[in-house]
Each structure stands twice: as C-alpha cells, then as structure tokens.
Nanobody, 122 residues
Framework: QVQLVESGGGLVQAGGSLRLSCAAS?????MGWFRQAPGKEREFVGV????????LYADSVKGRFTISRDNAENTVYLQMNSLKPEDTAVYYC??????????????????WGQGTQVTVSS
C-alpha cells in the first residue's frame, strides 16, 4: 500500500501562484493531479511519469500549471501560476503502479491523497 500526503493549499488572489506538494511512501509508475469543485465531477489536471518525467496536462491548465518531481523521486509538485477563480477546488494527488491508457481518468489510479483546498479570490 502507498500513502500520499498533500500540502500547500490555501487562499490566493486571482493572478497569483501556489505550489502543492504530494509525498509518496512507496514507488509508483505515475503520479496524477485531479481537482473537484462543488457541484462538479472530479476532473483531470495533469500527470507525470516517474521514469522519464514526461507530463500531460488538461487544456484548461496548459501554460499555467507545471508538474515536477524531486531528486529522490518520491515527491511531486504542482506549480500553479496565473490562477483564476474557476481554479477553486479541492485538489487531489493520485498514484498508480501500473499503466492503463493515458492515465487521465480517476478510475486508473489505485492510491489517493487526502485532498487540499485551493481558493482563488476575484
């Protein structure tokens, strides 16, 4: 079993920046980021592959959000720039030890963090 611990959420003004962290207790193949706003389904934000570090992002965050990993390859980060009020949501990190498709669906991940609230004021 893999435990994921998230941190870095908070309140920020529109146009500002925030960085989320997700520390994993074990090795995984992919680390994904998802978000869920009130009244909406959980949606894909981005994913990174541990081995090569290549990434894939949702169209809504391309050019604004960046996923990275540390040297020990046990922690991933979500750098969020040029934040908009519509980015307000609970953000979740997720991990998978296997590869299923392009890893953009919540159903393809086995482990989940506790979630962290991100609020962007207008």
């Amino acid at each position: 079993q893999v435990q994921l611990v998230e941190s870095g959420g908070g309140l920020v003004q529109a146009g500002g920046s925030l960085r989320l962290s997700c520390a994993a207790s074990g090795r995984t193949s992919h680390m994904g980021w998802f978000r869920q706003a009130p009244g909406k389904e959980r949606e894909f934000v981005g994913v990174i592959r541990w081995s090569a570090g290549n990434t894939l992002y949702a169209d809504s965050v391309k050019g604004r959000f960046t996923i990275s990993r540390d040297n020990a390859e046990n922690t991933v980060y979500l750098q969020m720039n040029s934040l908009k009020p519509e980015d307000t949501a609970v953000y979740y990190c997720a991990a998978s030890k296997i590869t299923i498709g392009i890893m953009t669906s919540p159903a393809t991940y086995e482990y989940w963090g506790q979630g962290t609230q991100v609020t962007v004021s207008s």
